[in-house]
């Protein structure tokens, strides 16, 4: 794969002695915290009062109150990004932890109120309003808000909510992000993790019910913009696929004496991302490019005691993206978590520049990790290719099935096992550690029938942070996984072709549904779930093959 080389990937490359500092300027945000205060305390009042404001009936009116509403969620976004930069900083900054709180409920509050107004004008005067030129952008954020209207909380729900069931949510993420920094083991430890999870479990199927929905699960994938329906048969396809339990009979044929590679400093492994990513495209190796310049200062390598050793990005219309990583050892999955976190702001970057309404910087959890996923499988895909010998090739080819099975049969195991605790807690089938042991064996055996036998598998549920600080997200990677493998798959094919419809997708954000985005960029059709399921087998099937070859004659490593 021939990339393409920039003058500041050159630059980087012959970076001078002392190697360059790599922080986010937090001064393109707010030149300075009290600035920054002032500002937000301006922008919460903002939002209250667009969240009090009546619903105009008339098209021009509509227009400037929805300019209003796309003008308050870049300011709010700018002010989240700064203080969420400062929390992660310092894990300690307990301020500026409550301040990003505060203005991500300011912003659920004002899309609230969008909500609200989609409902009081319905569906005849959403068509009739955005027929003109002015509203006609509009059309599938007032349809989608829409259809979010018909399961909202009314005031009286949402206000009990708020007394009731967010704090239970809140001290039972608290807890069990204690238990894991307790000295005891999960083990020891399993009743009270059992205890946390029915708490979460019991209380979100119960706010489920209040919108119209049977149980949680059901909610939020309404919520990420997936059927439950769809998702049911994406599991059914995945468990019916044998490409996972191929890949680890292959697996199993590794050498014990095998290649370990040496860990990379930071400018070298951002010199193996730019490469991979730069087999894309001029314009996409560019963006990377400009990340990574130091000058710039927008990405951030955070090595100071207090850093919290997590990686995210940040940026939406109107403030430039950048990447945070904490606790950086140079080991492969960091530089690939790095690859992943850089595909998220690059992809921010080009959505700013391009789409012209900020609430359209905004999509489902789903599209954006297919995004990031897609440049894991590109980074770990060009290293296997670069590798200088066969032991080293088989490491990275070995690395990068362990990333695509993992993207697609380990999330639906997930996604599987988390859905069945929300149905077991409801049916009150599951109560105790043992039940969700067994419940777990018996879920990850429809996968792979060795896993009920795995000791490891009794305490997934244990040990999956997501179910308890952020539940039922992981049916995100599972769609996440399905695209990025049938992005790569495409990009493999005919990158000439696939380059310029994949930027086009990136650069126009999320306009209208993903179903209708992936179609007409990309001629993905998000409900050929077996299609999705058998492309991603066939990827590993055939990668699997190429392992299989270079293990049979691998000598041992030196």
């Given at each position: ?39 937000r305390?301006a ?9 009090a404001s009546p ?5 021009p ?17 700018r002010h ?27 912003e ?28 006609a952008p ?24 708020a ?19 307790s ?31 049977p ?38 044929k ?5 290649f ?56 939406f ?49 789903f ?36 990333d ?14 988390e859905?069945s605790?929300y ?12 039940d ?76 209208e ?17 077996r ?14 093959l ?13």
């Amino acid at each position: 794969m021939k990339a393409f080389v920039s003058p500041v990937f050159a630059a980087l490359l012959v970076a001078a002695v002392p190697a360059p500092t790599y922080q986010i300027d937090l001064a393109r945000y707010f030149p300075g915290a009290p600035t920054e205060l002032g500002g937000r305390q301006a922008a919460l009042a903002a939002a209250r009062a667009f969240a009090a404001s009546p619903t105009p009936a008339l098209a021009p009116a509509l227009l400037v109150w929805l300019q209003r509403y796309d003008a308050l969620l870049m300011n709010l976004e700018r002010h989240d990004i700064y203080v969420y930069l400062k929390s992660e900083e310092n894990d300690r900054d307990v301020a500026d932890a409550k301040a990003d709180d505060a203005l991500g409920n300011a912003e659920d509050l004002i899309s609230a109120r969008v909500v609200e107004a989609a409902g009081q004008l319905g569906a005849a005067r959403i068509a009739a309003l955005t027929r003109g030129p002015e509203l006609a952008p509009y059309r599938y954020l007032l349809a989608n808000s829409l259809a979010q209207y018909a399961h909202r909380l009314n005031s009286v729900e949402a206000k009990s909510v708020a007394a009731a069931v967010t704090p239970v949510l809140d001290a039972a993420a608290a807890g069990y992000k204690a238990l894991r920094k307790s000295n005891a083991s999960i083990a020891s430890n399993q009743t009270a993790y059992a205890a946390l999870l029915v708490s979460i479990a019991s209380a979100r199927n119960g706010v489920a019910r209040l919108r119209g929905f049977p149980t949680a699960a059901q909610a939020a994938y309404f919520d990420r913009s997936v059927e439950p329906e769809a998702v049911e048969r994406t599991l059914r396809a995945v468990r019916e696929s044998d490409a996972y339990s191929r890949y680890l009979a292959v697996a199993a044929k590794a050498p014990k004496q095998q290649f370990a590679p040496p860990p990379l400093s930071i400018s070298d492994a951002l010199a193996r991302i730019l490469a991979a990513e730069g087999g894309v495209s001029p314009e996409y190796a560019g963006a990377y490019a400009q990340l990574f310049d130091p000058a710039q200062k927008r990405l951030e390598i955070c090595t100071n005691p207090e850093c919290d050793d997590t990686g995210f990005s940040v940026g939406f219309a109107g403030a430039q993206s950048g990447v945070y990583y904490g606790g950086y050892d140079g080991a492969v999955n960091a530089v690939r978590a790095i690859a992943h976190e850089s595909g998220h702001a690059v992809h921010r970057a080009f959505m700013s520049r391009y789409q012209p309404i900020a609430a359209y910087n905004r999509g489902p959890a789903f599209m954006f990790e297919s995004f990031a996923i897609f440049n894991e499988l590109l980074f770990l895909d060009s290293l296997y290719r670069s590798a200088a010998t066969p032991e080293a090739r088989a490491y990275y080819l070995n690395f990068f099935l362990q990333d695509a099975t993992f993207d697609v049969f380990g999330s639906a195991q997930e996604t599987d096992l988390e859905s069945s605790i929300y149905r077991g807690v409801d049916d009150r089938t599951l109560a105790t550690a043992a039940d969700f042991n067994a419940l777990a064996k018996s879920v990850f055996a429809r996968y792979n029938p060795a896993a009920a036998s795995d000791p490891a598998t009794e305490l997934y549920w244990a040990r999956d942070r997501l179910f308890y600080t952020d539940p039922l997200y992981d049916v995100n990677y599972l769609y996440a996984g399905l695209l990025a493998e049938r992005y790569f798959a495409d990009f493999d094919r005919d990158r000439r072709t696939f380059a310029p419809r994949y930027l086009a997708l990136l650069k126009n954000g999320f306009n209208e549904s993903p179903a209708t985005v992936e179609r007409r960029f990309l001629g993905i059709d998000l409900s050929d779930e077996r299609g999705l399921v058998e492309n991603a087998a066939a990827l590993i099937d055939a990668r699997a093959l190429v392992l299989e070859r270079l293990y049979s004659n691998a000598t041992p490593a030196r």
